[in-house]
């Protein structure tokens, strides 16, 4: 699989005869540079600059016994990268005593019709070709594009209006339709750029390199090998897969009636996740929580008897890794010196909307441990069997942790606090039954979060960051190698002139039908917001779409079986068996499949009565119509209720998709 050539002066890299690494003199692979780099942090959005003094390419020496030497005038000594194969995989391990230089950039050979994608979870990039995205984690920001008028009003309130590559879930790790991967092990601050015809560049801030390098005769081989290396999702209970999970809040009484009203309507609802269990703050954002994670007996009398009375609901709450200041959890860290510290000793604490908050140090093993229990005790052993893991993102470049600085921790942070979550549901003995999803991850994520959400859309249509910016995200996460995603039915954020109205609610609601998990979320100002239960109409709509989704359960075993035993997602992109066909690498499909049998392409603009879209070679069957499709471009209707689904025909799961058709057709 490794074939390592060299001259006196050049050394190249291929796997399975792909040319991955080539390096010359006249086109040199392999950099070393000196920057100094700004970072400013203003509640989880970052403003990241670099200033490059010096940027120097690096000379081939010699190979010998699985080490490549490189030099430069420049360099004192020799920069050493180290080649090895270990279970089909090969890993590049580099180094230099030269401590003056603190930069290192690595060039891939790139082809004029090659196409790329992973990146982690991006948001507005399928195919990552021509741009560049750097490897942060933080908040994704409202708009998520510098031309749109939503975007600029967030700028100009506190800076958070985001741009095309912000994410919750960035990951150094890109897929080639030449069929090899690349994956930085690194958590340093990197950048994944894409923009030159000729290369694709890997700048890392930091001289110590770990990088991983696989191939394959398939994009499936390749995510096979790529999640053996980072860990793979369990498989989901049958009772997250099944009807919508009713996001509601507000107290017992409010929420008891609320759950009472929809299942009257027919809703199948198998989970009601209250976020406000341990109280709420209300801010100039919105309704926000008292992240002092304790149960508000209040606010939610009685809420261990109702839990324990109704053993067919799964009960689900709120959780992240932050304490507010003047809460009780905080007190007890504070006296424990738990928190990550700021560059003077001291607890360092910082705004998230109005109230400020310390960050529990997850790399410090007492207070590890200390805040599992907290989830143990206080959720678990309340009786919730999910929640939602939320944030990750705030840790400051300038911190300083028990494990090294912010700038080191920052992109771990994440994959940490999903490791704190995952250990304390392993530890109650509830893996498999137990569910807590995140919006936060990181390289590592994949081996410990039970499912991803996909963070805080705009209550809106828009490209970057409103419904069809989800089935973008879904995919990239799940070329970056985890497969199980879900998002808020509706949007979340709600600014400005921005409102949910019921034809979004319900067409994002559609979306979510063909997704693992269904699930909703009243928002930020659910007063603006049409709701689930806002109308008998939207109830009665709501309640056939939750019917379907449980009627897909059988199918959708299936599909998250073989994610948690092959790599392969849950929902796929069209190019996934044939990356040759540069047709299924537009963004603009919005479509996907839906495991093996389906594709779905969801209603993604407003006031659409029907859908164009684009079908991979083949035989297939519009679910709603029986209509057969032999590819290419085709147009159906699309009411409201019956988003265009497609089944394989001659698929093994046939006679269900058909009964499907007639039952809710």
């Not at 699989?1 to 080539?22: A, C, K, P, V, Y």
């Not at 324990?308 to 003047?326: F, H, I, K, Q």
């Not at 995919?475 to 995603?485: C, F, I, K, Q, V």
């Not at 929902?571 to 996934?576: A, E, H, I, S, V």
Request: proline share 5%; hydrophobic share 40%.
């Amino acid at each position: 699989m490794l074939s390592i050539h060299t001259t006196w002066d050049s050394f190249r890299l291929s796997l399975n005869g792909i040319e991955i690494l080539s390096h010359t003199p006249q086109r040199p692979a392999l950099f070393l540079g000196c920057g100094e780099e700004t970072i400013t942090m203003y509640r989880g959005n970052f403003d990241v600059s670099d200033r490059v003094s010096e940027r120097v390419p690096l000379h081939f020496v010699s190979f010998e016994n699985g080490e490549a030497r490189f030099t430069s005038g420049e360099l004192a000594g020799d920069y050493v990268l180290t080649v090895e194969e270990r279970d089909g995989l090969v890993f590049l391990r580099g180094s230099t005593e030269d401590a003056r230089f603190n930069r290192l950039y690595l060039r891939f050979p790139a082809e004029a019709d090659e196409h790329v994608t992973g990146g982690g979870e991006q948001f507005s990039c399928l195919d990552l070709r021509g741009r560049s995205f750097p490897i942060w984690t933080r908040e994704q920001g409202v708009g998520r594009n510098k031309l749109t008028e939503i975007t600029r009003l967030a700028d100009c309130s506190d800076g958070g209006g985001g741009d095309y590559h912000t994410t919750f879930f960035p990951q150094p790790t890109f897929l080639s339709s030449r069929l090899y991967f690349a994956h930085l092990e690194n958590y340093e601050y990197s950048e994944l750029d894409f923009r030159d015809a000729r290369f694709h560049e890997l700048a890392l801030w930091s001289t110590a390199l770990s990088l991983v390098l696989g191939a394959g005769e398939s994009l499936r081989e390749l995510l096979g090998r790529l999640t053996e290396l980072l860990g793979r999702q369990p498989a989901l209970p049958d009772w997250a897969m099944r009807g919508i999970w009713l996001g509601v809040q507000g107290g017992t009484e409010r929420v008891t009636e609320l759950l009472e009203r929809c299942r009257r309507g027919g809703m199948e609802i198998p989970a009601v996740w209250i976020q406000d269990w341990e109280g709420k703050r209300v801010t100039s954002f919105g309704k926000r929580l008292q992240w002092d994670w304790r149960w508000n007996r209040e606010m939610y009398p009685g809420l261990d008897a109702v839990i324990a009375s109704d053993p067919d609901t799964r009960w689900m709450g709120y959780m992240n890794p932050y304490l507010v200041e003047g809460g009780v959890l905080f007190g007890e860290a504070k006296e424990k010196s738990y928190f990550v510290k700021n560059r003077e000793g001291e607890d360092y604490l910082f705004d998230f909307g109005e109230y400020d908050c310390g960050v529990v140090d997850l790399t410090m093993p007492e207070a590890f441990a200390w805040y599992k229990d907290v989830v143990k005790t206080n959720l678990i052993g309340l009786g919730f069997r999910g929640w939602m893991a939320d944030f990750g993102e705030y840790l400051p470049a300038d911190a300083v942790c028990f494990g090294g600085c912010g700038m080191e921790e920052h992109n771990a942070w994440p994959m940490l606090w999903a490791k704190c979550c995952r250990e304390a549901v392993e530890e109650c003995g509830l893996l498999g039954e137990c569910v807590f999803y995140m919006r936060a991850g990181a390289a590592g994520s994949q081996r410990y979060a039970t499912l991803v959400w996909a963070g805080d859309q705009c209550v809106d249509w828009s490209e970057d960051d409103g419904l069809p910016s989800v089935v973008t995200a879904a995919l990239t996460l799940g070329m970056s190698g985890y497969g199980l995603h879900t998002c808020d039915a509706g949007g979340y954020t709600t600014l400005f002139h921005l409102k949910r109205d019921a034809e979004l609610l319900l067409r994002w609601l559609e979306f979510a039908c063909f997704t693992p998990v269904m699930r909703t979320h009243e928002g930020n100002r659910p007063d603006s917001n049409v709701q689930l239960y806002s109308s008998e109409e939207i109830i009665e709509k709501a309640a056939r779409l939750s019917k379907l989704h449980t009627a897909l359960l059988p199918y959708m075993k299936e599909c998250v079986r073989l994610n948690s035993e092959t790599g392969v997602p849950v929902m796929r992109p069209l190019f996934l068996d044939d990356p040759a066909d540069a047709r299924a690498w537009a963004r603009e499909n919005y479509s996907y499949l839906l495991g093996e049998e389906l594709l779905v392409a969801p209603v993604v603009e407003p006031g659409a009565a029907a859908r164009t879209l684009y079908l991979p070679a083949g035989s297939w069957v519009h679910l709603w119509s029986g209509e057969r499709f032999a590819g290419g471009d085709a147009t159906v209707p699309a009411p409201m209720g019956f988003p265009p689904v497609f089944f394989r025909e001659g698929c093994a799961h046939e006679a269900l998709f058909r009964r499907l058709a007639k039952d809710f057709g």
